[in-house]
């Protein structure tokens, strides 16, 4: 009788170990206040609801999830600068590189460059390469008193010196491989370094 009763014993204290050690909480108070859903879906709040979920980990700029203030998933933000591609809001979420630097266009990272025509007498013209757009206005460079420059599409700039101008005609595209996207270029850098 009495090795039954310690074996009775020992699986009741086993059972009631393993029981202890392998329960998940039941829920977690949220210290704002606020509305919690619980690991079935429903809402809760904060009395200690069973079935509450544990707390998120706070974000962080390597886990995976574009949560936080970030543009894209773990940069952008307060993280490290967004790649070629990535999501943006400003041009400061991009990251430089070394054959030019990135501009945010249309929420996306984009490559950027800038041409010019130089200094040109009588008219010139310049265009982005290949299938690029201008991502920032115009920019004119000329000297002088009548001179003009103008888009004369999403890819090609003119610069154009009128009568008596005494000096020349220059043009300034700002170029990227993004749609063109003047609105959500930064302001202040008028889209060009």
Same mark, same amino acid.
């Given at each position: 009788?009495?090795?039954?009763?310690?074996?009775?014993?020992?699986?009741?204290?086993?059972?009631?170990?393993?029981?202890?050690?392998?329960?998940?909480?039941?829920?977690?108070?949220?210290?704002?206040?606020?509305?919690?859903?619980?690991?079935?879906?429903?809402?809760?709040?904060?009395? =200690?609801?069973?079935?509450?979920?544990?707390?998120?980990?706070?974000?962080? &700029? /390597?886990?995976?999830? *574009?949560?936080?203030?970030?543009?894209?998933?773990?940069?952008?933000?307060?993280?490290?600068?967004? *790649?070629? =591609?990535?999501?943006?809001?400003?041009? *400061?979420?991009?990251?430089?590189?070394?054959?030019?630097?990135?501009?945010?266009?249309?929420? #996306? &990272?984009?490559?950027?460059?800038? *041409? #010019?025509?130089?200094?040109?007498?009588?008219?010139?013209?310049?265009?982005?390469?290949?299938?690029?757009?201008?991502? !920032?206005?115009?920019?004119?460079?000329?000297?002088?008193?009548?001179? #003009?420059?103008?888009?004369?599409?999403?890819?090609?700039?003119? /610069? /154009?010196?009128?009568?008596?101008?005494?000096?020349? /005609?220059? !043009?300034?595209? #700002?170029?990227?491989?993004?749609?063109?996207?003047? !609105?959500?270029?930064?302001?202040?850098? =008028?889209?060009?370094?």
């Amino acid at each position: 009788m009495r090795a039954s009763f310690s074996l009775v014993s020992a699986l009741a204290w086993a059972a009631a170990v393993a029981a202890c050690s392998s329960a998940e909480p039941t829920h977690t108070e949220d210290d704002d206040g606020g509305v919690i859903t619980r690991r079935d879906g429903s809402a809760g709040d904060d009395a =200690g609801d069973p079935g509450d979920p544990l707390p998120d980990p706070k974000p962080t &700029c /390597a886990d995976g999830i *574009k949560n936080g203030d970030e543009t894209d998933v773990d940069c952008g933000g307060s993280c490290p600068a967004c *790649k070629q =591609g990535e999501g943006c809001v400003a041009t *400061k979420d991009c990251v430089s590189i070394d054959t030019g630097s990135l501009a945010c266009a249309n929420g #996306t &990272c984009c490559r950027r460059y800038t *041409k #010019t025509t130089g200094s040109v007498s009588g008219n010139g013209e310049i265009c982005c390469d290949g299938a690029d757009k201008m991502i !920032a206005p115009v920019v004119d460079c000329a000297v002088g008193s009548n001179h #003009t420059a103008i888009a004369e599409n999403a890819s090609c700039a003119k /610069a /154009a010196e009128g009568s008596g101008n005494n000096g020349n /005609a220059c !043009a300034q595209i #700002t170029c990227g491989d993004c749609a063109r996207a003047t !609105a959500t270029a930064d302001a202040g850098d =008028g889209g060009a370094d």
